[in-house]
């Protein structure tokens, strides 16, 4: 099922949208560094020495060199970054909008004070449009989530591998946990994880707190939380895949950051970590999936749900045959600060286990109140777990539990871990294969 892009057929238009991003992200970034008077001195020293200083293709470059706008627009140039361009080169707005019409400023500014351009004779072509997306063909071919994996982040672990701690007493245990996780994920490795996690002050600071962040990249390297960079592989994203998820859940009313460059925290790492060990490259892409759990308010348990029943949507509206794993990280129960720091409620984990599995509509429903004051206050975390949920076929299909574990403690916290297998209705495992 393709994304209606139907704005695309309005004539004399080009509509910014995240295909125009990624085509445009070096060229927009070029315009962008011109907001400082050192680089455009330096621009308008040499304007070509300055372009082949940033990674553009040839086309972009020749399309501001020789002051072809529209070309720019083709190329992925958004009109508000290329303003930027436009003004150090001392041309007004309407000198660049006259530019793209054929118009003189002055022929521009005329046709403005006589009422600007008529609608008339600049709508779309509905014969065209009529033709291009009546009934259109479904496609053969779509992605698939055929699992998904839920686990704790604790930092610890990720310092206990890096350190080679895994066999030691205190730290073989947790690592047993994740035995069958590692041959499982071996047999049944993704083309993409969409892995939900929270950024742990490392990408984002009190500047900006975005409830919802995608990332859209082609690459995210691994912060330095305070210690220096985890000792393991960049992350090797999808921005044709993330794309497609922004498209298709801002149109279903999810309000997203989109994020072409960002830092990981052990939020994401350690999850791969744990299920890929120690390799040199990761052997899937990643689409990292930010939620905000640390300043309040933060997302419901019943908004993190709808969204993983979306994300579900968009994966499978993908027209390419990927297999998707979607995870969800964090928690379980732990109290990071103030006198209750230490908190641990083994029942309580369990019973959200129990419940992630059997009834997560109305695991949903829980409140926040309930996580803070049963799970302590970073048992919040627990709520991104029903964005990987979600986005299971239960309504039309099974759900196969492969692996449980839980365990306390990691450091601060109670580890949990879950593994399901997603079967759509048309290849659910036979009753009593289970």
Same mark, same amino acid.
């Given at each position: 099922?393709?994304?209606d892009?139907?704005?695309?057929?309005?004539?004399?238009?080009t509509?910014?949208?995240?295909?125009?991003?990624?085509?445009?992200?070096?060229?927009n970034?070029?315009?962008?560094?011109?907001?400082?008077?050192?680089?455009?001195?330096?621009?308008?020293?040499?304007?070509?020495?300055?372009?082949?200083?940033?990674?553009?293709?040839?086309?972009?470059?020749?399309?501001?060199?020789?002051?072809?706008?529209?070309?720019?627009?083709?190329?992925?140039?958004?009109?508000?970054?290329?303003?930027?361009?436009g003004?150090?080169?001392?041309?007004?707005?309407?000198?660049?909008?006259?530019?793209?019409t054929?118009?003189?400023?002055?022929?521009?500014?005329?046709?403005?004070?006589?009422?600007?351009?008529?609608?008339?004779?600049?709508?779309?072509?509905?014969?065209?449009?009529?033709?291009?997306?009546?009934?259109?063909?479904?496609?053969?071919e779509?992605?698939?989530?055929t699992?998904?994996?839920?686990?704790?982040?604790?930092?610890?672990?990720?310092?206990?591998?890096?350190?080679?701690?895994?066999?030691?007493?205190?730290?073989?245990?947790?690592?047993?946990?994740?035995?069958?996780?590692?041959?499982?994920?071996?047999?049944?490795?993704p083309?993409?994880?969409?892995?939900?996690?929270?950024?742990?002050?490392?990408?984002?600071?009190?500047?900006?707190?975005?409830?919802?962040?995608?990332?859209?990249g082609?690459?995210?390297p691994?912060?330095? /939380?305070?210690?220096?960079?985890?000792?393991?592989? =960049? %992350? $090797?994203?999808?921005?044709? &895949?993330? @794309?497609?998820?922004?498209? #298709?859940?801002?149109?279903?009313?999810?309000?997203?950051?989109?994020?072409?460059?960002?830092?990981?925290?052990?939020?994401?790492?350690?999850?791969?970590?744990?299920?890929?060990?120690d390799?040199?490259?990761?052997?899937?892409?990643?689409?990292?999936?930010?939620?905000?759990?640390?300043?309040?308010?933060v997302?419901?348990?019943?908004?993190?749900?709808?969204?993983?029943?979306?994300?579900?949507?968009?994966?499978?509206?993908?027209?390419?045959?990927?297999?998707?794993?979607?995870w969800?990280?964090?928690?379980m129960s732990?109290?990071?600060?103030g006198?209750?720091?230490?908190?641990?409620?083994?029942?309580?984990?369990?019973?959200?286990?129990?419940?992630?599995?059997?009834?997560?509509?109305?695991?949903?429903?829980?409140?926040?109140? /309930?996580?803070?004051?049963?799970?302590?206050?970073e =048992? %919040? $975390?627990?709520?991104?777990? &029903?964005? @990987?949920?979600?986005a299971? #076929?239960?309504?039309?299909?099974?759900?196969?539990?492969?692996?449980?574990?839980?365990?306390?403690?990691a450091?601060?916290?109670?580890?949990?871990?879950?593994i399901?297998?997603?079967h759509?209705?048309?290849?659910?495992?036979?009753?009593?294969?289970?």
């Open positions: 099922m393709s994304l892009k139907t704005y695309k057929l309005v004539p004399g238009t509509i910014f949208d995240a295909e125009q991003s990624a085509k445009g992200y070096h060229l970034q070029f315009c962008m560094s011109l907001m400082t008077a050192e680089n455009r001195a330096a621009f308008l020293a040499d304007e070509r020495a300055y372009l082949d200083a940033w990674p553009l293709r040839e086309e972009q470059k020749q399309a501001l060199l020789d002051r072809d706008l529209n070309a720019a627009m083709r190329e992925g140039g958004n009109i508000y970054f290329l303003a930027k361009w003004a150090t080169l001392g041309f007004s707005f309407q000198q660049m909008a006259g530019s793209m054929g118009m003189t400023e002055e022929e521009y500014r005329a046709m403005m004070v006589g009422g600007g351009r008529s609608v008339e004779g600049n709508r779309i072509d509905h014969a065209v449009l009529d033709a291009a997306y009546t009934n259109p063909e479904p496609s053969a779509h992605a698939t989530i699992g998904a994996v839920f686990t704790s982040h604790v930092p610890a672990i990720g310092a206990a591998l890096d350190h080679g701690k895994t066999e030691e007493p205190y730290w073989q245990p947790v690592f047993e946990g994740y035995a069958y996780s590692k041959t499982w994920e071996r047999e049944n490795v083309d993409v994880i969409f892995l939900v996690y929270n950024d742990h002050a490392s990408a984002f600071d009190q500047s900006m707190i975005p409830t919802f962040v995608l990332g859209t082609a690459s995210y691994i912060a330095d /939380e305070g210690y220096g960079p985890r000792p393991v592989p =960049g %992350i $090797e994203g999808d921005p044709d &895949l993330a @794309a497609h998820i922004a498209h #298709s859940l801002i149109r279903d009313d999810f309000d997203l950051t989109l994020v072409n460059e960002m830092a990981v925290d052990h939020g994401l790492t350690v999850p791969l970590s744990l299920m890929f060990g390799v040199e490259k990761w052997p899937c892409k990643v689409i990292p999936f930010h939620v905000n759990v640390v300043q309040y308010p997302p419901s348990g019943a908004r993190c749900f709808k969204l993983g029943q979306a994300l579900r949507k968009a994966i499978e509206s993908y027209d390419r045959p990927l297999k998707v794993h979607v969800g990280t964090g928690g732990h109290q990071l600060q006198p209750r720091a230490g908190l641990i409620n083994r029942e309580w984990d369990n019973a959200f286990l129990d419940r992630l599995i059997a009834d997560p509509a109305g695991l949903a429903e829980v409140p926040h109140l /309930e996580y803070v004051e049963e799970a302590g206050s =048992g %919040i $975390e627990l709520v991104m777990w &029903l964005i @990987a949920r979600g299971l #076929s239960d309504v039309d299909g099974a759900v196969e539990v492969k692996h449980r574990f839980y365990h306390v403690p450091s601060n916290t109670a580890v949990g871990h879950l399901l297998e997603n759509p209705r048309a290849e659910a495992p036979a009753e009593g294969e289970n």
